[in-house]
């Protein structure tokens, strides 16, 4: 489905395509549980151009407050309904901490299980692994492993990395 831009914007030379605005709905299906349905948008959302993701569409962004911030945090999200496997990753930029992030990913889903991990790099690093890792999986050191994670059925691989705090 092609959809209308609402702008396009540079950070920090990332050259971004922004489908909704914040406070706008972003309309949505899961091709999974055949479901649709609306998010509202607390923060900018898009695409990075000229990228590819693990799904198969461009690298997904979302754009924080802070634009001299140079950390990129990279959430892989789980596929429901079961969570146990990986459906994707989203990128927040603008944003200062692991927790912040987390906090504006959380805000998007109606349940945290879509949060599988989260993972921090800089800005220039990032921009080296879009050339490299077309459509594979972003991966850095975990950050932290939640006990309850592992000791549950959710945990399926290296990838299920959850910040402290």
């Known amino acids: 489905m092609t959809r209308k831009l609402a702008y396009r914007v540079e950070f920090q030379g990332l050259p971004i395509s922004v489908e909704n605005r914040k406070g706008s709905n972003r309309y949505w299906h899961d091709p999974n549980s055949g479901e649709d349905g609306k998010t509202k948008q607390h923060y900018p959302y898009g695409y990075v151009r000229g990228t590819l993701g693990v799904d198969g569409d461009e690298v997904d962004i979302y754009l ?71 459509g594979k999986l972003i991966k850095s050191e975990p950050i932290y492993i939640k006990k309850a994670i592992v000791d549950s059925n959710i945990f399926k691989g290296p990838y299920l990395y959850l910040e402290t705090n």
């Open 64 to 134: 924080g407050p802070d634009k001299q911030s140079d950390k990129v945090f990279i959430v892989t999200q789980m596929k429901a309904p079961e969570f146990s496997d990986i459906d994707e990753q989203k990128t927040f930029i603008g944003f200062s901490s692991p927790k912040e992030a987390k906090t504006a990913y959380l805000k998007h889903f109606d349940d945290p299980k879509f949060f599988g991990s989260i993972k921090e790099m800089t800005l220039e690093e990032f921009k080296t692994k879009l050339k490299s890792h077309k």
